[in-house]
């Protein structure tokens, strides 16, 4: 089928997409090639088709999400990439989209932004077969799943979902075996980065069914967009003598986007505390307008609920760390300003923790009371390496 891959109301190529697979199969027309995503890349020939589908592509589920492969039994689907065409690509990270060719669809009346969208398939995602959700799909036809949802193009492994309330577009995403920890870490690694004024988004904890997840606005607007870290790295072709973090940070500077190495710095150095294992490229980024493409800054700190030992009986034994290097204590030593540091604004940090880590049905005291002395602990060993670089 052929459509137009839009930015907003501005069109930017025409191609086509393969029935069935979701996979962009021929380059048609390019209209603007300022406003392709970034990562794409353009040669003398035209716009890449590879990095092209590799960003289409990277828009969908991961293989990796929990409950995956029931949701697809579900929808009657072999691959996540065929529920991206279901929802024109839309969704509540950026303004992308794609346009069916001579549809007439217009930005406004689509998006995730200012429209309504099907709860549907996140109901599916989190494990409801379609005959049991209450009310038909807009068909009228009970247990006729309705597509149209930002959970096709939402990244992440961890049960999620997309709801609407007060107006707002709310993120609720679960936790994982054995501890089902991850939606607590949320909440603590938000109030310690509140605790350093460090940007960051704002995490609580609300039941559904019985269970507890942690919630999230989205930072994303209308007029904005979130451009993952990978896009970043993936603009420039990284040389054999860069480092990842090099790498990164020219990357940055060559697209324009300032104090890069300050504001990732805040973020590597809450990840040292909390031990984060998982701020890979896809769980940090940066925010520009959509429409201007001027870059606004480091997005707000989010998703760090793989952190504090999340998964492991064995609190405070050695943990993995990324993107840049694989110990934190490696990591860590990129940091080379830490004059914003405060260390007492870390007073009380325990007790907040014990309080939050206490509201879960899965942790004994002993752990509890482990995490709270440690995440202590380990800011502590930031205030004495503060000593040496600042």
Same mark, same amino acid.
């Given at each position: 089928?052929?459509?137009?891959?839009?930015?907003?109301?501005?069109?930017?190529?025409?191609?086509?997409?393969?029935?069935?697979?979701?996979?962009?199969?021929?380059?048609?027309?390019?209209?603007?090639?300022?406003?392709?995503? &970034?990562?794409?890349?353009?040669?003398?020939?035209?716009?890449?088709?590879?990095?092209?589908?590799?960003?289409?592509?990277?828009?969908?589920?991961?293989?990796?999400?929990?409950?995956?492969?029931?949701?697809?039994?579900?929808?009657?689907?072999?691959?996540?990439?065929?529920?991206?065409?279901?929802?024109?690509?839309?969704?509540?990270?950026?303004?992308?989209?794609?346009?069916?060719?001579?549809?007439?669809?217009?930005?406004? =009346?689509?998006?995730?932004?200012?429209?309504?969208?099907?709860?549907?398939?996140?109901?599916?995602?989190?494990?409801?077969?379609?005959?049991?959700?209450?009310?038909?799909?807009?068909?009228?036809?009970?247990?006729?799943?309705?597509?149209?949802?930002?959970? =096709?193009?939402?990244? @992440?492994?961890?049960?999620?979902?997309?709801? &609407?309330?007060? @107006?707002?577009?709310?993120?609720?995403?679960?936790?994982?075996?054995?501890?089902?920890?991850?939606?607590?870490?949320?909440?603590?690694?938000?109030?310690?980065?509140?605790?350093?004024?460090?940007?960051?988004?704002?995490?609580?904890?609300?039941?559904?069914?019985?269970?507890?997840?942690?919630?999230?606005?989205?930072?994303?607007?209308?007029?904005?967009?979130?451009?993952?870290?990978?896009?970043?790295?993936?603009?420039?072709?990284?040389?054999? +003598?860069?480092?990842?973090?090099?790498?990164?940070?020219?990357?940055?500077?060559?697209?324009?986007?300032?104090?890069?190495?300050?504001?990732?710095?805040?973020?590597?150095?809450?990840?040292?505390?909390?031990?984060?294992?998982?701020?890979?490229?896809? =769980?940090?980024?940066?925010?520009?307008?959509?429409?201007?493409?001027?870059?606004?800054?480091?997005?707000?700190?989010?998703?760090? @609920?793989?952190?504090?030992?999340?998964?492991?009986?064995?609190?405070?034994?050695?943990?993995?760390?990324?993107?840049?290097?694989?110990?934190?204590?490696? +990591?860590?030593?990129?940091?080379?300003?830490?004059?914003?540091?405060?260390?007492?604004?870390?007073? @009380?940090?325990?007790?907040?923790?014990?309080?939050?880590?206490?509201?879960?049905?899965?942790?004994?005291?002993?752990?509890?009371?482990? &995490?709270?002395?440690?995440?202590?602990?380990?800011?502590? +060993?930031?205030?004495?390496?503060?000593?040496?670089?600042?």
């Amino acid at each position: 089928m052929e459509y137009t891959l839009m930015h907003k109301n501005t069109a930017v190529v025409d191609l086509v997409i393969t029935d069935g697979a979701g996979v962009i199969t021929k380059l048609l027309k390019t209209h603007d090639e300022r406003h392709l995503p &970034i990562g794409v890349h353009v040669f003398k020939s035209g716009v890449d088709r590879k990095t092209l589908n590799d960003w289409w592509l990277g828009r969908s589920i991961p293989a990796s999400r929990a409950g995956i492969d029931f949701a697809l039994q579900q929808v009657g689907v072999s691959t996540p990439a065929y529920l991206l065409e279901k929802c024109y690509g839309l969704s509540l990270s950026d303004q992308y989209w794609i346009c069916p060719m001579g549809s007439g669809l217009c930005w406004e =009346n689509i998006n995730f932004f200012t429209n309504g969208f099907s709860k549907d398939m996140g109901e599916v995602l989190f494990g409801r077969e379609p005959g049991d959700l209450g009310e038909p799909g807009d068909s009228g036809n009970p247990g006729q799943l309705n597509l149209m949802s930002p959970d =096709n193009t939402t990244d @992440g492994w961890l049960r999620k979902k997309w709801i &609407i309330a007060d @107006g707002k577009r709310i993120l609720m995403k679960s936790g994982s075996d054995v501890y089902q920890q991850e939606p607590f870490n949320e909440v603590i690694a938000s109030n310690v980065m509140c605790r350093l004024d460090i940007n960051h988004v704002s995490y609580t904890l609300a039941t559904d069914s019985g269970k507890l997840y942690s919630l999230c606005e989205n930072f994303v607007t209308q007029e904005t967009e979130l451009v993952p870290a990978w896009r970043i790295i993936a603009s420039m072709k990284k040389s054999n +003598q860069n480092s990842d973090f090099t790498h990164f940070l020219w990357c940055c500077d060559k697209l324009g986007i300032e104090n890069a190495e300050y504001d990732v710095a805040k973020m590597l150095t809450v990840d040292y505390i909390i031990a984060n294992e998982d701020r890979h490229y896809n =769980n940090f980024g940066f925010v520009r307008n959509a429409e201007t493409l001027e870059w606004i800054g480091l997005a707000p700190v989010y998703d760090s @609920g793989s952190s504090l030992w999340y998964n492991t009986a064995r609190v405070g034994c050695p943990v993995e760390s990324k993107p840049f290097k694989k110990t934190h204590d490696e +990591q860590i030593k990129l940091v080379t300003d830490l004059k914003w540091f405060d260390f007492n604004a870390i007073t @009380g940090t325990e007790e907040e923790i014990r309080k939050v880590l206490e509201k879960s049905d899965d942790l004994d005291n002993q752990r509890i009371c482990a &995490i709270a002395r440690l995440v202590f602990e380990r800011a502590y +060993q930031i205030k004495q390496m503060s000593k040496n670089v600042s």
